[in-house]
Structures are given as structure tokens and as C-alpha cells.
Antibody, heavy 116, light 113 residues
């Protein structure tokens, strides 16, 4: 069974940092691109970033570019999202997502709250 | 960026009746190698992660009831629920995985009339 479990979220003040982790199991992480998607309270889905199979390629949404960094450790079956210079508008549930021809498996989500 | 626009924003349908949700992309999302549109439909219930219903615009995900179907071409796509069940109450999203940023529609809230 494919399982994606996010962790590392929580409460942080504006300007602070958090590092999200996504532990993958049930499949070979190195075979897949991985994404982060977020959902602000009561709002829709927003794609944030992806990292390719070996971590050599990353792309970011304009809203987080220069502040967020995605990475992966295939040997540890884990994907990361380092979030710096956090803003109130980054408050959301963050989902770790696997993609094949589509976004086929989603984690349960991890809440990040940015507030003073 | 490709803008995905869903209509309507909300929809109330009687049990057993048909529900239709539309999604329009601001540019074509046709994947040339297989001549299929890179559109996915998701269902999201409160407090849950999105669940895949349809991918490649019209391919039903394994385990999804056959009352759910997807269609469309060019820039216009449709999700149809042929006979609404109580458990179908949810928010539905379309999504393009053709070019980054991989944008979503704003969502359509489906309720029982």
C-alpha cells in the first residue's frame, strides 16, 4: 500500500521557518516525481513545488519561489520542504503528493499556521 | 500560467439525478505522445485529502463507481455523476498536469437538493 505521511508542521511567527517531511512507504520513492500542494483554510488547492526523481530538478510556484526549497533523500524514503520567511498567507494544510501520469497518491496533510 | 475555471461554484442536485460540473482551461492541455488531455478530477470531503476520480480526462481511477465519468476535449472538460448518491456530497476540483505551475480549478461544492 502506498503511504505518504507528512510531519513537521505547526505554529510559527511571520518571518520564521519550518521544515516539512514526507515519509514514503509501499513504493520505490526514486521512481517518482514528488510534489507539495497546499490548501489555505476554506480555500482551494494550490500547487507549491515539485522535485524530480533524483532531486536534480525542482520547480516552484511564484508565490513561494526564493523562500521555499524542496529536496529528497531517496535512501531514507523522505521528501522535504524547507519553508523560510513565512508569511500569514502561507497558512495552510500542506500535502505531499506522488505523481505518475497524474497526482495519484496524496498524504493526509500537515497543518502550518503562521501568525503573530 | 494555465487558468482552470470551473462552473458552477456550487450545485444542488436531487438524489438519483444527474450532476454535471464543467472545467475550462485557458489553453489546450493535450499531451502529444498519447493524444490525451492531461486533466484530472478530484473529490474532496471535509477533513480529507483529495481523492482521484478521473485522469487523462476520461479514465476512471480503480475503485471509483461507474456513475462518475469524465469527458471533453480542447479546453472544455466535464465531470458527470449519472445518479447522485448521498455520499457524493463533496467539493470537486479539476486539475491540469500539462505544464507548471500545475493549476487547479477553484472547486465546485456539490450538495443534495
Amino acid at each position: 500500500e502506498v503511504l505518504l505521511v507528512e510531519s513537521g508542521g505547526g505554529f510559527v511567527q511571520p518571518g520564521g521557518s519550518l521544515r516539512l517531511s514526507c515519509a514514503a512507504s509501499g513504493f520505490a520513492l526514486s521512481d517518482y516525481w514528488m510534489h507539495w500542494v497546499r490548501q489555505a483554510p476554506g480555500k482551494g488547492l494550490e500547487w507549491v513545488s515539485y522535485v524530480n526523481n533524483d532531486g536534480s530538478g525542482t520547480v516552484y510556484a511564484a508565490s513561494v519561489r526564493g523562500r521555499f526549497t524542496v529536496s529528497r533523500d531517496n535512501a531514507k524514503n523522505t521528501v522535504f520542504l524547507q519553508m523560510n520567511s513565512l508569511r500569514a498567507e502561507d497558512t495552510a494544510v500542506y500535502y505531499c503528493v506522488r505523481s505518475t501520469d497524474y497526482f495519484d497518491s496524496w498524504g493526509q496533510g500537515n497543518v502550518v499556521t503562521v501568525s503573530s | 500560467d494555465i487558468v482552470m475555471t470551473q462552473s458552477p461554484d456550487s450545485l444542488a442536485v436531487s438524489l438519483g439525478e444527474r450532476a454535471t460540473i464543467n472545467c475550462k482551461s485557458s489553453q489546450p492541455v493535450l499531451y502529444s505522445p498519447n493524444n490525451k488531455n492531461r486533466i484530472t478530477w478530484y473529490q474532496q470531503k471535509p477533513g480529507q485529502s483529495p481523492k482521484v476520480l478521473i485522469y487523462w480526462a476520461s479514465t476512471r481511477e480503480a475503485g471509483v463507481p461507474d456513475r462518475f465519468s469524465g469527458s471533453g476535449s480542447g479546453t472544455d472538460f466535464t465531470l458527470t455523476i449519472s445518479s447522485l448518491q448521498a455520499e457524493d456530497v463533496a467539493v470537486y476540483y479539476c486539475h491540469q498536469y500539462y505544464s507548471s505551475p500545475y493549476t487547479f480549478g477553484q472547486g465546485t461544492k456539490l450538495e443534495i437538493k
